[in-house]
Structures are given as C-alpha cells and as structure tokens.
C-alpha cells in the first residue's frame, strides 16, 4: 500500500503563501508629506516570539540588542481534512504525462485545509496601519493561488487563501525600561489538495475491448444470447508504410479515384492521403502495369473518422491503416471503433 512518493505540495503551498506578503513596505513623511523613509518589511517563516527573532538577528544573546521592528513572520499551523469538498470515490484515474505523451495512473486529488498564521510586529500604530491596508483588501475574504500540485501531469489548480481572523494586541502596559510592541494576527486557510503517488505502469488499466451480452431467454439460458464487441481502432497511419500513389489529381468531392501499387488492395479498409482518411468501399477494376505494379479504379468514402475533405494532387501516397496502426495510438488522438456481433 505504501510506496515512496514526494510532490512537495505542501512545500509549494507554505512558499506560495509566503511570496503573497513579500515587497510591502511603509514610508515616513516629513510635515510637509513629502517622503523621507521608504522601508521594505523583512519576512520570515517561524514564529513570532521575541526570542527566536532575536536569535536570527543576533546569536549573542548578551550584546543588549532589541529585535528590531517593523517585521512579519508566517507559519504553517495546522491541516484538516475538508470533506465538504470530496467529489468522488474513484481511488485512481489515468493522465498524460507533462514531459512525455505516454499516460500515467495517479490518485485522485483530496481535499486537505492548511491553516496559516501571519504575524505582524511593529512599534508604531502607523507603521501596523499601513502594512495592514496593503493586505487587508486582497482578500473578500479570499484570494486565489495557482500552484502546480503535481508537475509530472502538469495539475495547476487555483488554491483560494480564505482570510478568517484577525487578532490585535498592543503591549503598552509597563515600566519605563519596558519596550511598547504591536502585534497582529491573521489567521488564513489554504484549500489545496494532495495528490498520491504517481505509476508508469498502466498496462493493466487499459480498456482495449468492451463486450455486452444480451440474453433474451430465461435466467441462465444462452440459447438467444447476442454478443456485442467494440474494439478502438486508429483513425489515421502510424507506421508510415506507403501503400499505394495517387495516379491524378482529385478535389474534395470526388469518390473515383485511380491509383498504382504493387501491394494487394483490400476492400473494406481505410487508409490516409495527405490529413484526410478514406473508406475504400470497392475496386472497380484493375490493370496490370508491370510485373510488380498495378493500376486500380477504386471507389471510396471520404472524409471517415471526422477528417476534413481536402483536394489531393497526383503522386500522393496512400498510407493504409491497419493492425499494426491500432496498437500504436497515441494518448489524446482520434480514434474509431471495430464493431463485432456473435
């Protein structure tokens, strides 16, 4: 059940969190308003205990050293599951892959709450006021983050940050030798989601036949069953083996056409020239060339599997679609059905 897996979620969500309140600053104005001091608020993950930032700033905790302020700093304070947002019981789902057009099983995302903490210290009120001003209106009361949760599906989802508390505390209370701190909370919750591990190994997770039995007789009776097979089949070439030339020109319209080979031609079967994939529905007649060549008058269907019909030039080759096609369709192309009763 255990297995070994890493999409640094969490990590991506604590630093999307963090990036939100880089880059605020507050200003001091002189009596005339015009501005003499522009200063960017520091911010640190952590707590927001005295202590610990005093320690970042000085490791000798006996110079006489007061933290200096303003500054914020954020944690991660708790996760909870959000059932309100679980949407189906499905364990595992198939994706293409980011880098690679191979599909790959991951498990379906769960909804996880992950409680946030911004603390916000200052020794001015004025200073508290205008750093709080430049929060305060991005969140009604939320704000969304686009985060990739699981980069080997390229999974980008829109985190909305829900701004649900704010505490205030003002420290003023003390003697002289007592130094006055603002301190206000903000409680935030992050609704992402996490993702389980990831598996290239998918082999037994693709349908590669439906079958649908009827029984139209009595419970356990076979006696007037109808079995009804579909199998995907590919809508164009892969492999590249040219079956034929197109021997003249032909417009979008037209179902005769004449061709040379030196292959056997099938009815019944498709093939493609140039974007577009045809039916060939009978062989009207054939001349022989040479010893290896033939010509055919072959009359077709166009444009099968939703391909556009196009005009097509003499010297064309015909690409004929067969087996070896259907094994090789790639994750996100068209494709057919070969339907079969018994």
Known sequence: MFEYFY?????RTVISFGTLFNGITIQKKDSDGDTYSSVEVPLAYGPKQKFLARIEQSPDLN????????????EMVGISYDSSRKVT???SFLAKSKDTPQLVKTYVPVPYNIEF???IMTKLNDDMLQIVEQILPYFQPSFNLTIDLNSTIGEKKDVPVILSNLNMQDDYEGDYSTRRSLVYTLRFIAKTYLFGPTSSDISTDIIKKVTIGFNAGSPGSSTRDLRYSITPVAAKNYTGNSLAVLNEDIDSAGELIKITTSQTLSERSYFTIDNETMYLEKIINSTELNLDEHSYNIRVQRSQYATVPQNHVAGAELFLIDSADHQLIEPGDDFGFSMEYS
């Open 7 to 11: 999409h640094e979620i969490l990590r």
């Open 63 to 74: 110079r006489p050293v007061q933290m200096s302020l303003p500054r914020m700093s954020f």
């Open 89 to 91: 019981n499905t364990q």
């Open 117 to 119: 903490e911004l603390a």
